[in-house]
């Protein structure tokens, strides 16, 4: 089992260096799956010119926004000035999404800073009238942030909006129902819940415990991520918010998460990262899904032909492991 984690790879000017020649993509251009079912585009989200060159006319029925916070983990910005981006491509989405449609939006709220900037995104949205709020789920963390002087911030925030009508399909977890005695009385009988329900595992609710939180030990990890959200947490949204053949978009897409959950799910994604190295980590984990089934690279990673012999020597700091990123990401 090789164990060799890079370091975050927006921060490590070494390696980008090492890295960008060998990135398929450079800003403002598109890749087509040879398949001709995905797109991935070296794109700025908050480019409407560049977002309608990678839709070419196509509308998708959802939308899985994972935008960089505004937390420690992020560059930050004034807050105005975070929002009023958000705004602009929360606008752009609306151009590109179908009248019948959802939204789905990672974001996060910094508790050593007025909880920013999670309410002032919910009350920017309120403008957008094509958008109704529709759910505001919480995914929990294993491993959290905290002392002992506070509570440990281990919640996820995840913002459901949907235009007209969309189709929404209700999910269920692995866990079994174990709780007895919610009576009613159907048709005249007395019911008792387990009797009533469809399956016989719970629903996950707008709480959800049952994710685990990506680290080095998983298949699907992606080292040089510093924000992988979890296979099993896109899988759900997809399967709940969309059908077999419908466009999915994803504009922020880093460890490609969204478009490997879409091929596995027989879904269309057209998505992109206003970085080239993200970009290329993308197409390289569907390349490697389709040639190896395989969902990451688990404690190896993306570049191993780039470089084999990777080291911590060879970049300018220490790199994270894996869990510990995922740790930093507790932060937001
Ligand atoms: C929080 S991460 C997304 C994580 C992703 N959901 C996953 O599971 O891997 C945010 C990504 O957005 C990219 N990004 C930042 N600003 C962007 C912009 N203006 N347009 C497109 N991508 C951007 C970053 O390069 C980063 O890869």
Request: charged share 25%.
């Amino acid at each position: 089992m090789k164990n060799n984690p890079l370091p975050r790879l927006d921060e490590d000017q070494v390696i980008r260096r090492q890295l960008l020649p060998h990135c398929r993509l450079q800003a403002g251009e598109i890749w087509e799956d040879p398949k001709g079912i995905h797109r991935v585009g070296c794109i700025d989200a908050a480019n409407s010119k560049q977002v309608s060159s990678l839709m070419s006319g196509q509308q998708a029925s959802l939308a899985i926004q994972d935008p960089p916070y505004n937390l420690v983990a992020f560059e930050v910005r004034k807050l105005n000035d975070f929002i009023n981006w958000a705004e602009n491509w929360v606008r752009i989405n609306d151009t590109v999404l179908s009248p019948d449609s959802s939204l789905y939006v990672w974001i996060g709220a910094d508790q050593k800073n007025a909880f920013q900037p999670l309410p002032d995104f919910m009350v920017m949205m309120r403008k957008l009238k094509n958008f109704q709020a529709r759910s505001f789920l919480t995914m929990r963390n294993q491993r959290g942030y905290g002392t002992q002087k506070n509570w440990m911030s281990v919640r996820q925030e995840l913002l459901y909006y949907t235009k007209g009508n969309p189709f929404f399909e209700a999910q269920y977890t692995d866990i079994p129902k174990i709780l007895r005695g919610y009576y009613k009385e159907v048709d005249g009988k007395r019911t008792e819940n387990l009797e009533r329900g469809k399956s016989d595992n719970i629903r996950p609710g707008n709480v959800w415990v049952d994710i685990q939180q990506v680290f080095y030990r998983m298949e699907e990890n992606v080292s040089g991520c510093y924000a992988q959200k979890p296979l099993k947490a896109i899988d759900r949204i997809i399967t709940a918010s969309s059908q077999a053949g419908d466009l999915v978009v994803d504009f922020f897409s880093h460890s490609g998460s969204t478009l490997l959950s879409c091929e596995r799910l027989g879904r269309r994604c057209f998505t992109a990262d206003i970085d080239p190295i993200y970009c290329e980590i993308t197409i390289r984990r569907l390349e490697l899904w389709r040639t190896a089934g395989r969902l990451g690279w688990q404690n190896g990673h993306p570049f191993e032909d780039v470089l084999p012999s990777f080291s911590h020597s060879t970049v300018s700091k220490p790199p994270a492991p894996a869990a510990e990123q995922a740790l930093q990401l507790d932060l937001l």
